[in-house]
Each structure stands twice: as structure tokens, then as C-alpha cells.
């Protein structure tokens, strides 16, 4: 290889259907007070994606500026609603990766927020918990996190029965929550 190597020139072009961008237009347009403007390319990059909550947020923002406080209000409750989901899918994967982890302690804090936050993982919540708890010397916490987890997703129980970290406990999981 030669030493006339050319140097960098980025080759971006301009991609209406990037959510991304029209967000970026939006918030520049937000800086300059346009805001009809901005409210454009928000619904724009909605269109595009709608489960694009900074858009949705930044929508309420201009929204709110036009003194359009009804619609502000639907639009920041649908991106605190997508929001939600997202965080609680990321809480999730790390309560999860925290007990894959050995770091028990540290999942049952997320799980703690997580179960507050999504009701609908309580199942799952407790589950880890009680592999968290038992981990911790917390065995009759333990049980009643699985048996909790057991009552609000029975199909937890056979997962329960094969889990190497509730091994300890495994005699008392079939008489945790009745049988469905």
C-alpha cells in the first residue's frame, strides 16, 4: 500500500425515512423557536417509528409552546408509555445478567424497581428474586418469592424444578402454589 492515501471525507447524504434525522431537524428547529416546524418533523419521525419517544416528547415540548397543552399532554403520556416498555425490557435483561452474574444483591434492587414499574414481570420478578434470596442465605424469603412467582406464572414451577441455583430448596417447590 502507498503512502497517498486519501484522507476521510464522510459520505452522509440526507435520508428522509431516518427517524433519527427528522428528530434532529425537529430540535433544530426547536432551538429557533419554529415550532410548527419542529412539530413537523416529529410527526414525521413518528410516522417513520412510532415508538420513537424522544420524538413523542419533543412533539409535547413544541406542542406546549404553541400553547397546545391538551394534545402536549397525550404526547408526553405516549412517550412516557413507550418509555416505560423500553426501560422495563433493559431492567429485564439486567436484573438477569446481575444473577448470571453472581451479583445478587444488585438484582434484587433492579428487580425491586422493575417489579414497581412493569406489574406485568412480576412473575419473572420473583422468580429471580427467590434465586437471588436463596444465593443470599434468604431461603424462607426464597420460598415465598417462588411461591409468588409460581401463583402468578405456573409454568415457573417446572423451571424452578430444573434450575441449578434453587437446588437447595427443589424438595419444597411442588407444594409452593396449587397445581393449575
Known amino acids: 500500500m502507498s ?3 486519501q484522507p476521510f ?3 452522509h447524504q440526507p435520508w428522509p425515512e431516518n427517524p433519527s434525522e427528522q428528530w434532529i431537524y425537529a430540535l433544530e428547529h426547536m432551538n429557533t423557536g419554529e415550532y410548527d416546524l419542529a412539530l413537523k418533523h416529529c ?3 413518528i410516522e417513520i417509528w412510532p ?4 420524538a413523542w416528547l419533543l412533539m409535547a415540548t ?3 409552546k404553541l400553547n397546545r397543552l391538551d394534545e402536549a399532554l397525550e404526547a408526553v403520556q405516549r412517550g412516557s408509555e413507550i418509555a416505560v416498555e423500553e426501560l422495563s425490557q433493559a431492567w429485564n435483561t439486567q436484573a438477569f445478567l446481575h444473577i448470571a452474574r453472581g451479583e445478587f444483591q444488585d438484582a434484587l434492587t433492579v428487580d425491586r424497581v422493575l417489579d414497581l414499574v412493569d406489574p406485568t414481570r412480576h412473575g419473572i420478578v420473583r422468580y429471580r428474586q427467590a434465586i437471588a434470596n436463596l ?3 434468604n431461603t424462607e424469603e426464597a420460598l415465598e418469592c417462588l411461591a409468588d412467582a409460581i401463583r402468578f406464572r405456573p409454568e415457573l414451577r417446572e423451571r424452578a424444578m430444573q434450575e441449578p441455583l434453587l437446588g437447595s430448596v427443589r424438595e419444597y417447590i411442588p407444594g409452593l402454589a396449587p397445581p393449575e
Not at 51 to 54: E, F, I, K, Q, W
Request: neutral net charge; aromatic residues 10%; glycine residues 10%.
Open 3 to 5: 503512502g497517498d492515501t
Open 43 to 45: 410527526r414525521r419521525a
Open 51 to 54: 415508538d420513537y419517544y424522544n
Open 62 to 64: 413544541a406542542l406546549e
Open 9 to 11: 471525507r464522510p459520505t
Open 135 to 137: 444465593q443470599l442465605g
